[in-house]
């Protein structure tokens, strides 16, 4: 079983609007008729130039990059969050917002679904991390300051890198960062 492989309930509300959304589409493929205050909203501030709105209720395509995943991920109307599958009507998994941002499947996330969603959602993607380790020279030691669940850390591991200790407020998110990269953390600012 892979870890953290479960997307968040939705609305019967969300659901049907969900289902008005083609792969790569988003608010703007829902019928004008469609009883949402929310998405009148949207349609009220896009008519008055105040932003397109374009990744609002948005639905992945299979063959596009994915937007970025911030920690509304796992609601429909915040992004183009929408799993590009058309007989999935659901909002990416855990798991699936992980992969995007460059965890493996082994890294396993902790605490209520609301922190774990924070917690990848705030992440320093691992293979940007990777990077610029690779960019700051041979391995050596670091200490993470605001660790969160350690994506900068992961990445920096990967280039041979060595975390002496992690310290971060979120205690969800140390005890992330404790279960997958290193038991020494300092919860606290």
Request: glycine share 10%; aromatic share 10%.
């Amino acid at each position: 079983m892979i870890p953290n492989h479960v997307a968040a309930a939705m609305s019967a509300l969300d659901l049907e609007l969900a289902r008005a959304v083609p792969p790569g589409g988003n608010w703007r493929q829902v019928p004008e008729s469609f009883p949402s205050r929310r998405l009148r909203q949207i349609r009220e501030s896009a008519a008055r130039g105040e932003g397109s709105r374009s990744s609002y209720y948005g639905r992945l395509r299979a063959s596009e990059p994915a937007h970025t995943i911030s920690t509304y991920f796992t609601r429909p109307g915040n992004g183009r969050h929408l799993h590009f599958d058309p007989a999935q009507d659901r909002t990416l998994s855990f798991r699936e917002a992980a992969r995007l941002q460059s965890f493996p499947d082994g890294f396993v996330f902790t605490g209520p679904r609301s922190a774990v969603a924070r917690q990848i959602g705030n992440a320093v993607p691992p293979l940007l991390a990777f990077a610029l380790a690779r960019a700051l020279g041979g391995p050596g030691h670091f200490v993470d300051l605001f660790a969160g669940a350690g994506g900068l850390s992961l990445g920096f591991r990967w280039a041979g890198w060595r975390s002496l200790v992690a310290s971060d407020v979120d205690a969800h998110a140390l005890a992330t960062y404790a279960k997958n990269l290193c038991p020494r953390v300092v919860l606290g600012d």
